[in-house]
C-alpha cells in the first residue's frame, strides 16, 4: 500500500513539475521577451558565413562570452584557418547523464541582390512576407509582441534560434530556482553549412571532451509542416557528381551544322531522362536496393505523422509530385536531382549555335544502409550502359575521335545517413520529457529530408543522436529572406528548459 502510495506522489510530482516548467516559460517570455528578442537581433548581426574568419570569430567569441556570463564553463577549439567549435560544460552533481547540444553558428553565403532586406541587419515583420506582412519596430514592450511575428535575417530560421533558446533557458532556470538534472555539454560548430570539413578531426582531437556523452542532440531544422512540434531520429545523407557531355570541340553555327553535328544539350537531356521513369521513380539498376526497411517503433510511429501531401501542393503551386507514394514514403528512399544545367544561352543572350558541351550537377540524398560511393558508382554504371566513355579530366582530341560520347564527370564528397533507434532508454526519456511540457502532439518522425553529419556521432562514435528541431518550416533556410516565426523561438525556449530538467 506505501509503495503505491509513493508511486502516485512520484507520479504527481512529475505531472507538476511538467506544468510548472510550461507556465514558467510562459511567464519568464510574457516578462523577458523584448529582451530574448534584442539579445537574438544581436546575435544576427555578425556575420556569419563560415570562409569569412574575422566575423565568423566575432560569433565564437560572443557565444562564449554568453555562456560564461551564465556559468558554463567554456573552451573555443581552434585549429589554423578553421572556424572554432565554441564548447560549454555544465557538470550537475549526482548526475546520471549527460546530454550534448549541438548548433551550428554559422550560415549559408548571401546574395544581397535577392533579398528584400539586408541579411544582416535584422527587420522585424508583422507577418511573413508572403503573407502580406509589413516591417515594423522591434518591439519595445511584451505587449507588443505577437507570436504570428517575424524576424528576418540571415541564420535566423538555420541556425541561430537554438543559441537563443539554449541561453533563455539557462536564464529562466535560473531565475525560477529549478534544477538541472543533466550534465549539460554545449557544441556549437562554426562551418556546418560549409560541410563541416574539419569536424571529424575536431571530435577526435578532442574525445576528452565528449566521452561522458550519453546523448547527442542536434537543434538544427524545422518543425513539422503542420506546425506541430516534432523529434527527428534521423537524417539523410549526401553526396553528387557533375556530369559533362561533348559535341564538336568548338561552338558551331546550328543552320550550317543543325541536323549533322552532335548537340550536348540533347544528349544530356536524353541522358538524364533515362535515369527515372514517366513517374519520376529511379530506374537506375540497384539505386534502391540497399535501404534499410523501418523497425516496428519507426513504422507505428510514421502512422501517427499527418498527412501533408494535400498542403504542400497547395503551399508550393504544385498540381503533381513525382514517384509513387505519400511525401513520407518517398522521404524513406534515396534521391537523384537535378541541382542544375547549362548548355549556352537563353532569353536575350541566346544565340544560333551548337554549343561545345552541356553539364549538369546531380544531387544525391541517400538514406540508412546506401554507402555514398557505391550509389555515384551506379549512376556511373548506369551512363556506361548508356554508351557513354568516362573520363576524369577534359578529353583531348585523340580521345574525342575514338569514342561517340564522353562523359566528364567529377564527383563529390560526401557522407552517409544515420539512424537513431527510438527504443533507447536515454532517448526514451527526452521522448517523455517533451511530451509532459509540449503536450502529445508530438510527433516523432524516423529521418528527416535534410542532410546532417550526424553518422560521425552515430557511427563514428557510436553514441545515439537525435534530431531536436525549433525554427517553423517556410523560414526559407539557405535561400533569401530567411526567417524565424517569433512563436518557434518561444517554443525553442520551452523546449529546451524542458531538455534541461528531465525527471527521469
Not at 529572406?481 to 525556449?493: F, K, P, S
Amino acid at each position: 500500500m506505501r509503495s503505491n502510495l509513493v508511486f502516485l506522489l512520484l507520479i504527481s510530482s512529475s505531472i507538476l513539475f511538467s506544468q510548472d516548467v510550461g507556465k514558467m516559460s510562459e511567464d519568464y517570455i510574457s516578462e523577458n521577451g523584448v529582451q530574448i528578442l534584442n539579445d537574438f537581433k544581436e546575435l544576427l548581426s555578425i556575420p556569419n558565413v563560415a570562409f569569412d574568419l574575422k566575423n565568423i570569430n566575432k560569433n565564437g567569441e560572443h557565444i562564449i562570452s554568453e555562456l560564461e556570463k551564465r556559468g558554463v564553463e567554456t573552451k573555443l577549439l581552434r585549429m589554423v584557418g578553421t572556424p572554432p567549435i565554441v564548447y560549454g560544460y555544465l557538470p550537475v552533481k549526482k548526475a546520471k547523464r549527460t546530454l550534448a547540444f549541438y548548433v551550428h553558428y554559422d550560415g549559408q553565403p548571401v546574395d544581397k541582390t535577392k533579398w528584400t532586406n539586408d541579411p544582416w541587419q535584422p527587420t522585424y515583420y508583422s507577418k511573413a512576407i508572403f503573407e502580406g506582412g509589413e516591417p515594423i519596430d522591434f518591439p519595445s514592450k511584451s505587449s507588443d509582441i505577437d507570436p504570428n511575428n517575424r524576424i528576418y535575417a540571415r541564420a535566423a530560421g538555420d541556425d541561430k534560434a537554438p543559441i537563443i533558446s539554449i541561453l533563455s533557458a539557462l536564464d529562466l532556470i535560473k531565475e525560477n530556482k529549478l534544477k538541472i538534472t543533466s550534465n549539460l555539454v554545449f557544441f556549437f560548430e562554426g562551418q556546418e553549412e560549409a560541410g563541416s570539413r574539419q569536424l571529424r578531426e575536431y571530435l577526435e582531437d578532442n574525445k576528452e571532451l565528449i566521452d561522458q556523452i550519453d546523448l547527442w542532440m542536434f537543434c538544427d531544422g524545422p518543425v513539422h509542416q503542420s506546425r506541430k512540434p516534432q523529434l527527428v531520429f534521423g537524417v539523410r545523407g549526401v553526396t553528387g557528381m557533375e556530369i559533362t557531355v561533348y559535341g564538336p570541340n568548338r561552338p558551331l553555327h546550328s543552320g550550317h551544322y543543325g541536323n549533322w553535328a552532335p548537340v550536348p544539350g540533347q544528349m544530356l537531356s536524353d541522358l538524364i531522362s533515362s535515369m527515372k521513369d514517366e513517374k519520376g521513380n529511379i530506374i537506375i539498376d540497384g539505386f534502391y536496393d540497399d535501404v534499410e526497411p523501418l523497425s516496428e517503433s519507426e513504422k507505428l510511429a510514421l502512422q501517427n505523422v499527418p498527412e501533408i501531401d494535400s498542403q504542400l501542393k497547395s503551399e508550393l503551386g504544385v498540381n503533381t509530385t513525382e514517384g509513387s507514394g505519400s511525401y513520407y514514403e518517398r522521404l524513406l528512399l534515396p534521391t537523384l536531382t537535378i541541382r542544375g544545367l547549362s548548355s549556352g544561352n537563353t532569353g536575350k543572350l541566346a544565340r544560333n549555335v551548337i554549343p561545345a558541351t552541356a553539364t549538369a550537377s546531380i544531387g544525391i540524398r541517400l538514406v540508412k544502409g546506401c554507402d555514398p560511393e557505391k550509389q555515384k558508382d551506379l549512376v556511373e554504371a548506369h551512363i556506361k550502359k548508356q554508351g557513354y566513355h568516362i573520363v576524369r579530366e577534359e578529353p583531348d582530341q585523340e580521345t574525342r575521335l575514338k569514342y561517340p560520347k564522353i562523359a566528364f564527370i567529377t564527383r563529390d564528397s560526401g557522407y552517409p545517413a544515420a539512424r537513431t533507434s527510438m527504443d533507447t532508454p536515454v532517448v526514451q526519456s527526452v521522448i517523455n520529457r517533451t511530451k509532459e511540457v509540449i503536450g502529445e502532439d508530438l510527433i516523432l518522425l524516423p529521418t528527416l529530408g535534410g542532410s546532417l553529419p550526424l553518422y560521425l556521432f552515430t557511427d563514428v562514435l557510436q553514441k545515439p543522436a537525435i534530431i531536436v528541431p525549433i525554427a517553423n518550416h517556410d523560414n526559407n533556410q539557405h535561400a533569401a529572406d530567411e526567417n524565424l516565426r517569433v512563436e518557434n523561438l518561444w517554443y525553442g525556449i520551452k523546449l529546451m528548459s524542458a531538455l534541461m530538467t528531465i525527471q527521469k
